[in-house]
Antibody
Framework: QVQLQQSGPGLVKPSQTLSLTCAIS??????????WNWVRQSPSRGLEWLGR?????????DYALSLKSRITINPDTSKNQFSLQLDSVTPEDTALYYC????????????WGQGTLVTVSS | QSALTQPASVSGSPGQSVTISCTGT?????????VSWHQQHPGKAPKLIIY???NRPSGVSNRFSGSKSGNTASLTISGLQAEDDANYYC??????????FGGGTKLTVL
């Protein structure tokens, strides 16, 4: 059974960097049949896909076009986890953040983390 | 990438069937058979109920079915039950190698 356990601060100041980590059990971040995503949810924006990282003989990354200049998703094979880094946050980045496994190529988002509410406020 | 278009709300009585539509473009829904549907109850993470347009994950009721025609995907829930009262979201892979979600549909079981 795959489990995703999220960790990270729930409060970030404007202009600073949001950092979250997702620890994987029951699968490998280096799996050739999975991709590791971040999705956020807010009342104003609904569900919003942020980006993903996946391994197919080398690492690949895809990011939402609206966030491409601010976002980084990094896998950590030594700890079997992946992280989200979102730079220069504003109050509009306040949301419930989820890490999500995607079973490639067409399996959909089948496992979700528990969610982390991140508030951007001074 | 604009969000996929879903009706804000639908409703039905127990035992009835309802269909939720999800409209995109030729760059997302129309481009691939990579459309998924998720069910979300308040305070819970979304749950995958349909993937690859019409496939159900193990353990998901066969009362849930999916289809696609052109740039529009649909989710049909038959034999409505009280537990189906939830929010439903579609998602699609896009030609930009990104994913896009619909705005969500609130299903009310009367």
């Amino acid at each position: 059974q795959v489990q995703l356990q999220q960790s990270g601060p729930g409060l970030v100041k404007p202009s600073q960097t949001l950092s979250l980590t997702c620890a994987i059990s029951g699968d490998s971040v280096s799996s050739n049949s999975a991709a590791w995503n971040w999705v956020r949810q807010s009342p104003s924006r609904g569900l919003e896909w942020l980006g993903r990282a996946y391994y197919r003989s080398k690492w690949y990354h895809d990011y939402a076009l609206s966030l491409k200049s601010r976002i980084t998703i990094n896998p950590d094979t030594s700890k079997n986890q992946f992280s989200l880094q979102l730079d220069s946050v504003t109050p509009e980045d306040t949301a419930l953040y989820y890490c999500v496994r995607e079973t490639s190529p067409d399996g959909g988002f089948d496992y979700w983390g528990q969610g982390t509410l991140v508030t951007v406020s001074s | 990438q604009s969000a996929l278009t879903q009706p804000a709300s639908v409703s039905g009585s127990p035992g009835q069937s309802v269909t939720i539509s999800c409209t995109g473009t030729s760059s997302d829904i129309g481009a691939y058979n990579y459309v998924s549907w998720h069910q979300q109850h308040p305070g819970k993470a979304p749950k995958l109920i349909i993937y690859a347009v019409s496939n159900r994950p193990s353990g998901v009721s066969n009362r849930f079915s999916g289809s696609k025609s052109g740039n529009t995907a649909s989710l049909t829930i038959s034999g409505l039950q009280a537990e189906d009262d939830a929010n439903y979201y579609c998602s699609s892979y896009t030609r930009s190698s990104t994913w896009v979600f619909g705005g969500g549909t609130k299903l009310t079981v009367l």
